[in-house]
T-cell receptor, first 114, second 117 residues
Framework: AQSVTQLDSQVPVFEEAPVELRCNYSSSVSVYLFWYVQYPNQGLQLLLKYLSGSTLVKGINGFEAEFNKSQTSFHLRKPSVHISDTAEYFCAVSEDGGGNKLTFGTGTQLKVEL | GAVVSQHPSWVICKSGTSVKIECRSLDFQATTMFWYRQFPKQSLMLMATSNEGSKATYEQGVEKDKFLINHASLTLSTLTVTSAHPEDSSFYIC?????????????FGPGTRLTVL
């Protein structure tokens, strides 16, 4: 069975500061990893995904994530955040390359302050 | 891009009534759709997998007689919450694999907020 751990439930950060949202996963097989963002009362939007190849993945809105197999991590980073990045961020894992049957972490609330 | 819509976006109903939520893939066909439930400040929990032309597959602990799923066509899946009670109040989100050109990616609807009084 697969699982995802997001240790930080909330991350406050000042505008223009860098941020890292942590994600660790466990799985007995190869995995496919995703980061989604959810704005209040909205569905999820895909930020980026790791399927194979380069371990550094770049996504939308200036976000990037690095897949680290030895540490079973897929941390999300952004060098300079904006007020509009305030949202809930979910890390997800799938053992199915088709992106089916996603298992989500508990989410991290990113709050960007002036 | 692949767009998934949900209707209604929010609904308030009385305890004991049934509520139907629609999930549509607007510009692509989806033989499979997924239904999730999200409690406030919590993650998405997969409830069931909706399969066009066959029965839905429910996750452990989800009452299939309570949450009826019908995948009527390649672009429509419905979730009916039967005899709703206040504990069924939640945010329900559907998703679908994007199909050709969007392999490995699911597209999510905007969600339906259900409040049972």
């Amino acid at each position: 069975a697969q699982s995802v751990t997001q240790l930080d439930s909330q991350v406050p950060v000042f505008e223009e500061a860098p941020v890292e949202l942590r994600c660790n996963y466990s799985s007995s097989v190869s995995v496919y990893l995703f980061w989604y963002v959810q704005y209040p009362n909205q569905g999820l939007q895909l930020l980026l995904k790791y399927l194979s190849g380069s371990t550094l993945v770049k996504g939308i809105n200036g976000f990037e994530a690095e897949f680290n197999k030895s540490q079973t991590s897929f941390h999300l980073r952004k060098p300079s955040v904006h007020i509009s990045d305030t949202a809930e961020y979910f890390c997800a894992v799938s053992e199915d390359g088709g992106g089916n049957k996603l298992t989500f972490g508990t989410g991290t609330q990113l709050k960007v302050e002036l | 891009g692949a767009v998934v819509s949900q209707h209604p976006s929010w609904v308030i109903c009385k305890s004991g009534t049934s509520v139907k939520i629609e999930c549509r893939s607007l510009d692509f066909q989806a033989t499979t759709m997924f239904w999730y439930r999200q409690f406030p400040k919590q993650s998405l929990m997969l409830m069931a997998t909706s399969n066009e032309g066959s029965k839905a597959t429910y996750e452990q602990g989800v009452e299939k007689d309570k949450f009826l799923i019908n995948h009527a066509s390649l672009t429509l899946s419905t979730l009916t919450v039967t005899s709703a009670h206040p504990e069924d109040s939640s945010f329900y989100i559907c998703s679908a694999p994007g199909g050709q050109g969007y392999y490995n990616e699911q597209f999510f609807g905007p969600g339906t907020r259900l409040t049972v009084l």
